[in-house]
């Protein structure tokens, strides 16, 4: 089943002769549950095109329909619900709140929703990442493969159809980046949560459904590997 669309996705920066196309009428479709990796070298486009799919950048053109919603014909105020609500977003360098210990960085999304985290599913997240033990912990308190797993938590707690990784593996060694790419492959395999990551790691790439390379702001490669 379809859970995400993009039609004719386009992102220009600048206007004239100094314009820059980061993003050229991309169009493709994911369905719930897939796990893709998104490759490709810097400069071409990919995390411009996470942005976007994630409503926290707005496109010069093109759509992207999420459920069946067209998140850019909503007010500002619309798309900052379907973000909390729908959209899990895990950063290459974690974006923790310093003076915010590790549950309350992870039930800031529900505490700026107006909601209050469920003990068993707040339980269930903070075993899920390997965090119980540091919930008291501020971030400078935590390792960056711990501060990783916070901000994967924080982007689980909603329980968001769609996760979207930026280079989620890239600040960290081998064996701890393994196990982050782990408990994300928990999250899409178990949980059914649909999972797009971006990675310049080849072996991480490897372990997705569906690679799409993306160079000069078009897709250049969309294949199924499994």
């Known amino acids: ?8 996705l386009t992102k220009q920066y600048g206007e004239g002769e100094t314009s820059v196309t980061a993003l050229d009428h991309v169009s493709f479709s994911i369905n719930r549950g897939e796990f893709i990796a998104i490759i490709g070298p810097s400069g071409s486009g990919k995390s411009t095109l996470m942005h976007l799919l994630g409503g926290v950048d707005r496109p010069t053109d093109g759509k ?3 459920s ?7 007010s500002e105020s619309q798309l900052a619900i379907v973000r909390r609500r729908n959209i899990g977003l895990i950063y290459q360098f974690y974006n923790l709140i310093p003076v915010l210990n590790v549950e309350e960085n992870i039930t800031l999304p529900l505490l700026l929703d107006g909601r209050k985290a469920d003990p068993e599913r707040l339980n269930q997240v903070i075993e899920t990442t390997g965090l119980a033990g540091r919930i008291g912990h501020l971030p400078n308190q935590l390792s960056g493969g711990q501060q990783q797993r916070v901000s994967i938590g924080r982007a689980l707690i909603t329980e968001p159809a769609i996760i979207l990784a930026d280079e989620p593996t890239g600040n960290l060694d081998s064996h701890m980046g393994r196990e982050i790419l782990e408990t994300l492959k928990y999250s899409n395999r ?4 649909t999972l797009i990551m971006i990675t310049h790691d080849e072996n ?3 372990q ?11 897709i250049i ?5 499994r």
Not at 190 to 193: A, I, K, N, S, V
């Open 204 to 206: 991480v790439a490897m």
């Open 64 to 66: 992207v329909i999420i």
């Open 221 to 225: 490669r969309d294949e199924v590997i």
């Open 208 to 218: 997705a459904d569906r690679i799409m390379a993306v160079e000069d702001g078009h």
């Open 190 to 193: 178990q949980l059914g949560q």
């Open 68 to 74: 069946g919603t067209d998140i850019y014909g909503l």
């Open 1 to 8: 089943m379809e859970i995400l669309r993009v039609e004719n």
